[in-house]
């Protein structure tokens, strides 16, 4: 496993651990709900609350993206979509490039990942990654889509609501309320809603940094 590969598994065990207390959360939440309807405020240095630009570039929470519906869409759909120039990690099989993965039904896929071009180079920042998801988590048996991931360079994905990377946390609580778990980190706090959200924020300066789209909690 590659040292970026082994940074991004830290990162995912570093979500694992003590439920933290929601009371300060719930106190800096407004007692005013969000209304769509209402001009979106823009929070200084974040992004603040901006709807998507266009319809493709909108995330559905609990729902998916653009037409990749969590739990339906399929790992040849998003490839179709967002293009090959990425690695799917696979049980037994390591990380393959994306046109090795739509060429062979026998792969247990668990993760594509555009981080990682076809070679396996490890370039987040390229320039298409401005407008598709980071990563997307995948049933090894069926190859649907579960989880649809962004982190810091996905500028110009953003949910239905006005929520994305570089947003605030009081913009987090403005649309969406407290959230329903909060998981601390060194650096990193996690908050979970239960309509399909877990969103990571920066604890020093309040910025979100990764934002993840899951089923909802029924």
Request: net charge negative; aromatic share 6%.
């Amino acid at each position: 496993m590659s040292s970026s590969e082994e940074h991004e598994e830290h990162e995912e065990r570093e979500l694992a651990g003590v439920t933290l207390g929601l009371s300060a959360l719930r106190e800096l939440a407004p007692t005013r709900r969000f209304d769509p309807a209402l001009p979106k405020p823009v929070t200084v240095p974040g992004l603040g609350p901006l709807l998507p630009e266009r319809e493709e570039l909108t995330l559905r929470v609990g729902h998916g993206i653009a037409d990749i519906v969590l739990g339906e869409s399929t790992v040849r759909d998003v490839l179709a979509r967002y293009g090959v120039d990425c690695r799917c990690s696979c049980y037994g099989e390591g990380a393959v490039p994306g046109e090795e993965a739509l060429a062979r039904d026998d792969l247990r896929i668990w993760r594509i990942s555009y981080a990682y071009d076809r070679d396996g180079e490890f370039r987040p920042g390229r320039a298409p990654n401005l407008a598709r998801p980071r990563r997307y988590r995948v049933d090894a048996e069926t190859r649907r889509v579960q989880t649809v991931e962004l982190g810091v360079y996905q500028k110009q994905l953003r949910t239905a609501e006005g929520l994305g990377v570089y947003s605030r946390l009081a913009d987090l609580l403005a649309l969406y309320g407290p959230p329903d778990r909060s998981v601390p980190g060194d650096e990193t706090d996690t908050h979970e809603y239960d309509r399909g959200l877990r969103v990571c924020v920066d604890r020093e300066s309040e910025d979100v940094t990764a934002i993840e789209l899951t089923r909802a909690r029924v």
